[in-house]
C-alpha cells in the first residue's frame, strides 16, 4: 500500500507521527463506452448549453445552481478566499462511548500507521480505546477541507472512518409503515422462530459477488473463442508524417537562404517528397521533369563558359600589348 497523506494524532500534549492508508478499494466491474460496430472508444467534449460551442478547460469555472434554477459564478479568487485548512493533524476533541455513533454517519475508512519512533505512543492510544469502549471523535483537513471522523481499533489497528455531517442523513418518514399498527403474539412467535432457525455468526467468505463472477467469466470464454475487436488505427497519422516532412523542408530552405546560400536543390527535394506524390504527380513525370531540369542547368553552364573563354582572351590580347610596349626602345632626346 502507499500513504496518501502524513500527518499526527494530537491528544493533550501526546502528538504520534503517522501515515494514512486507504483501507478499502472498489473491485466493482467497471465497463467502457464503445461503438458497437468497431469497439472504439465514446469520447465527449465539453459544450456549452447556450451558444453550442465546444469549451476550453480554462475556460470552464465553477457554478452555484440555486433553487429557483439560476446560476451563480464563483471566480477562481472567490474560491481561493473561502477558509481552507491545510494542517497535517488529527486533532482528538474528545472520547465517546461506541453505541453514540450512529453507523449511518460512518464514511471512508483509513488505516493509521505510526513512525517508528512513535510506535509507544501508538500502541498506549491503542490500548486506551479497546480498555474502555470508546471511539475518538476528531477533526481532520483531508484536501483542504475540514471535516469529522472517529478512530477506533480494528484487529491491533487503529483505524479512521470519516464521517458525514449530521444533515446529509435522510430522514425516514414512512407513513404506510406508522400505520401498519403492532404484530399479534402469534406473529411474533413465528418471526423468533424463524429468526432462531437462521441466527449464526457472521462469516465474509460464505458470500460472494455472483455477478462480477458471472462477467468475468463471459469474458474469458469470449478472449479463450477470439472474439476480441481491436480498434481500428485512426488515419490522421499519415497526414502528420506529410506535415512533418514539409516543416522539415521549409526549415532547411530558411536555414540556407540565412547562410546566404542556393535554395535550387531543396526545390528539387521538394519536388521528390511525398507531398508531391499526393498532388497527382507519376514517377514518369518525374523522370521527366528531372531530365528537362537537366537540360536547363546544362544550357545555363555553357554559356558561361564561353563568356569566360572571352574573357581568357582579352587578358592575352592585353598582355601581348603591354610586352609590345615595354620592347619598344625610347628615343633619346636631343
Known amino acids: 500500500m502507499r500513504a496518501i497523506w502524513k500527518g499526527a494524532v494530537s491528544f493533550g500534549l501526546v502528538n504520534v507521527p503517522v501515515r494514512l492508508y486507504s483501507a478499502t478499494e472498489n473491485h466493482d ?37 440555486t433553487e429557483d434554477g439560476e446560476m451563480v459564478i464563483l471566480t477562481d479568487e472567490e474560491m481561493a478566499g473561502l477558509p481552507t485548512r491545510s494542517s497535517k493533524e488529527i486533532s482528538v476533541e474528545k472520547f465517546v462511548p461506541e453505541d453514540q455513533i450512529d453507523p449511518m454517519l460512518l464514511d471512508k475508512s483509513y488505516y493509521l500507521e505510526p513512525d517508528k519512533s512513535a510506535t509507544k505512543p501508538y500502541v498506549l492510544l491503542r490500548e486506551a480505546l479497546e480498555a474502555q469502549g470508546r471511539m475518538a471523535v476528531v477533526t481532520v483537513a483531508i484536501r483542504t477541507r475540514m471535516t469529522m471522523a472517529v478512530l477506533r481499533v480494528r484487529e491491533g489497528v487503529i483505524v479512521m472512518q470519516t464521517m458525514l455531517w449530521p444533515d446529509e442523513i435522510r430522514s425516514a418518514d414512512f407513513a404506510a409503515v406508522d400505520e401498519a399498527g403492532e404484530a399479534s403474539e402469534k406473529e411474533m412467535a413465528m418471526a423468533r422462530l424463524l429468526i432462531d432457525e437462521l441466527a449464526g455468526d457472521y462469516d465474509a467468505d460464505e458470500f460472494e459477488d455472483d455477478y462480477a463472477i458471472a462477467v468475468q467469466d463471459l469474458v474469458r470464454a469470449k478472449i479463450e473463442g477470439g472474439e476480441v475487436r481491436a480498434p481500428e488505427t485512426e488515419e490522421e497519422e499519415g497526414g502528420e508524417v506529410v506535415d512533418l516532412l514539409a516543416a522539415l523542408a521549409q526549415s532547411v530552405e530558411k536555414a540556407k537562404k540565412s547562410r546566404g546560400e542556393s535554395t535550387g536543390s531543396s526545390q528539387e527535394d521538394r519536388e521528390e517528397s511525398p507531398t508531391a506524390q499526393e498532388s497527382g504527380s507519376t514517377p514518369a513525370k518525374k523522370s521527366a521533369a528531372k531530365k528537362s531540369t537537366a537540360k536547363k542547368s546544362t544550357a545555363k553552364k555553357a554559356p558561361a563558359k564561353k563568356s569566360a573563354a572571352k574573357k581568357s582572351t582579352a587578358k592575352k590580347s592585353a598582355a601581348k600589348k603591354t610586352s609590345a610596349k615595354k620592347s619598344t ?4 632626346a636631343s
Open 29 to 65: 466491474v467497471q465497463f467502457r463506452q464503445v461503438h458497437r460496430t468497431d469497439g472504439g472508444r465514446i469520447r465527449y467534449k465539453r459544450f456549452c448549453s447556450i451558444d453550442g460551442e465546444e469549451v476550453a478547460y480554462d475556460d470552464i469555472a465553477k457554478g452555484y445552481e
Open 329 to 332: 626602345p625610347k628615343k633619346k
